[in-house]
């Protein structure tokens, strides 16, 4: 994850496949950023109470279903996180990606 400071960006994709594929390639750089992110104290930690929390207003109402397709290890690295937090893989993924969106929206992160 960059932040605006950062002359990086991630390039236009023709495709799904061509994304994934940067992605996987660019895995060990975009880690070191996290960590680096996270030693800066920029990380957030998701509680299970947060979570418990915005699982309950996700179910006041219908959310639209979407598809998407993940990559066989990060479906299980989710699988295996959300089992160690007792929670459902989905509604953990759902909120990692809304905590994300958030805190982007809170910084004016862009790519």
Known sequence: ???QTSSRKA???KNESEEAKWWHQNRDQHGKQLLAEVGKGQGQVLTKEKLLSRIAASKTS???VVSLR???ADLALARKQAQQKGLPY???IKSL???TL???EKRKIGW
Do not use: C
């Open 11 to 13: 390039p236009a994709f």
């Open 70 to 72: 993940i990559p066989e």
């Open 102 to 104: 958030a805190a982007r």
């Open 97 to 99: 990606l809304h905590e």
């Open 90 to 92: 989905q509604t953990y």
């Open 62 to 64: 219908a959310a639209p």
């Open 1 to 3: 994850m960059k932040k």
